[in-house]
Each structure stands twice: as C-alpha cells, then as structure tokens.
C-alpha cells in the first residue's frame, strides 16, 4: 500500500482537498480505494469503550488484513470468522486474536483444522446435525463454548438475514438443551439483519432469546447480539449508537440468565463502513448516465443489486457549476446489470475525465470485488482526511455530505 502523508499534504490544514489534489495530478486509469486507518481506530475505540460488552469484529464485511491488525492494536481482540480461509486470514493478521467460527453451517474439515491447528474454541450452530457434526470433529471436545443461533425478526434492517439461519422457535428447546449437554460454555446468538435502523431491533431479538431460554430451562453463559450496528448513508441517518448499547444492556440485564453471563456482540459494518472510499472515473456521459470505471462486480455490488445509496463527491480543481441533478451509474463490465440507480447527486456539469468520489465503502465494498470482465482493483491510497459521514464525528468537524464538489 501506498501512504500519502507528504503528497497528499495531510499535515497541511487544507486536508479535505488532499485526495483530489493527487487525483488531479496523477489521473488514475483504475479505480483508487482510500483508506482511512484513524477511521476505523475510532471505531473499534467507541466499541472498545462504550459498549458493555465484548465486540467481535465480523470480518466478512472488510478482510483487508491492514484493517484486521489495526482493529487489534485498537483493543478488538475477538473476531467473527466464516470459512476457514477467513480463520487463516485473521490468524496471520493478528496471531494472538481469539477466533470464533461463527457460520452456522460448515464443512467438518474447516472445524476441525481450526480447532487443532489454530485453537478456535467457539462455535455457533443452529441444527442438531451441526451439533453432531462440531462434536465429530473435535472429537467430543470438553472445552467448547457453543452459540445456538435463534431465527428472529429482520422487520428494522434494511438488509434481511431472516431467512437462511437461526433456529425458529420450535426447535431451540431441544437444540439448547443438547448443546447445554455438549458445550463447556453455552451461548446464544442471532442477528437482526444488517443496517438495523432502530434499537428496537435489538430489544425484539432479546424477547425470542427470553422465551427459548425459559422454555428451555437451561443455563446461559454468552449472550451474543450478533451484526447490524447501522452506519450513515443518503437517506439512512440512524440515532447514536449508544442509543443501541443501551437497549441492549437494558435488555441483557433482564434476561433470566447468571450474573457471571457475558455480553457479546459482533459488528461488521458499524466497525468498517467509514474505512473506505473508492475514487472513479467518469468513462461517457449519456444524459443522466455517467459510465464509471467500477460497478456491481468491483465495490459496488450494494449499489446495484439491493440501491444501496453512497454519498459521492466531485473531485475537480474548478466549480464549473454548483447546480445539481441526479445521476445513475454504469459500471465497466458489458453486463446489463452492472447498473447502479442511485440517484447519486452531482453536478449537473460533470463530464468525461471527471473523478467522483463514492463513500462510506469500507463495509461490503472491496470484499465483494471480482475480476469479471478483467476490471479489477487499482491502487490502495492512505489519506487522513475524515470520511463522507461519521457516526463518531461529533457534527462540526465533519466533512460537508451537503457540498458535492471538493475545491483544490
Ligand atoms: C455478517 C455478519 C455479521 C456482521 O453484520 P453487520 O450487519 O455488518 O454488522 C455479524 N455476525 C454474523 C454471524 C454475520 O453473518
């Protein structure tokens, strides 16, 4: 990676020009990723600090192994792995990171590699047959802590995770009751879909966890809330996240469980969205279509498959025209649906050479990249200037979202 303290003039004051100023003078062929590691420092810091709990980062939703070390050296020292490949991964990033395998449906080599060679103790798993299948291979290990992941509601995420996973109601009796059997420690967990949009969703998932515990009439030592902490994006603005912490403690503290339970949760998004922004450039103009050099099969697989909104800004040396109108995007493959519909506001003179920056892309942005079509990623640039938008800026020192052209 490339680190652009001194070309950028991050020292200077003018730093929210910086990245277009190098823009300018380098024209990048490729898309540029920037990233920005005091972004995610923050974060992992107001996780660390403010919730009562321990945070797991899920690194599903960025596995760049820069940002998985800086997140530990930030105090996150817990990670949500999936595949074996991310227990891999984080194991080379941060060796002394505690890894929770978290997917509740895996292969049985993946748990047993990771319980031999990399100690991965914690399991989730929402099936007998999963159950069977991590006691297998870990030959009826004795020191297993084991997350039932329960069904609930996806009704305030903007992205549902409902349907795939999670015991439904009927089954967690049993299920706790034999994983109580199997476990050392015994845990439950859920998620309540990704970009949860009011605290409430977390205070409904903490009702079905209460009733699967009285039904089940076990003893439960790991709460764990999951995902879905929210981040900022055009039209999607969600209260401060302590707002979140406390329904959930509030929530935890009444639960029927042992004073000694811990609290855990597992946020991917809320840790990494302000990570990142992609830099691209506009390839044709038609009408209200900018043809762009990265689309659905590059970072912006939410753009176009689920009109995910980013917030986007004009890097040009001149405001050629402060009027703005709404855009949709092509990205570069020739597939029809590498088609982003935003709208995305910009300028209404933008045109062919012009460099846009899209942002808040740090989460579920570069790790849904692929090289389909033979586009892929360009250079990775460090900047510290602040991100598009921020859920731990407090409001004066934030970049304008409202102003869509940086001046140089
Ligand atoms: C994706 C995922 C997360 C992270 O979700 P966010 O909405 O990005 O916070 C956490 N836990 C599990 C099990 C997941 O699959």
Known sequence: MHKHHSALGLATASVKASSGLDIAKRRPVQPVTLVRPHAARRAARFFVEKFKGRSLYAVKANPSPELIALLWESGITHFDVASIAEVKLVAAAAPEATLCFMHPVKAEEAIREAYADYGVRTFSLDSIEELEKIMRATNDATDLTLCVRLRVPSDHAKLSLAAKFGAAPEDSKELLFAARQAADALGICFHVGSQAMSPQAYVQAMG?????????????????????????????????????FNAIEDAFEALPISYSAELWAEPGRALCAEYSSLVVRVERRRGDQLYINDGAYGALFDAAHIAWRFPVTLLRDEELSTRKMAFSFYGPTCD???????????????????????????????????????????????????????????ADAKREIGSNVVKL
Not at 228 to 243: A, D, K, T, W
Request: aromatic share 10%; charged share 20%; no cysteine.
């Open 336 to 394: 029809d649906m590498d088609h982003m519909a935003g709208p995305f506001m910009l300028p209404a003179d933008i045109g062919v050479g012009d460099y846009i920056e899209i942002g808040m892309l740090g989460a579920y942005g570069s790790a849904m990249r692929t090289g389909f079509n033979g586009f892929t990623a360009g250079e990775t640039v460090m900047v510290g200037d602040e991100p598009m938008a921020s859920l731990y800026v407090e």
């Open 208 to 244: 079905r966890v209460r009733d699967a515990i009285v039904a089940a009439a076990v003893t439960v030592d790991v709460i764990d809330v999951g995902g879905g902490f929210p981040s900022v994006y055009p039209g999607m603005e969600p209260g401060r996240l302590e707002s979140y």
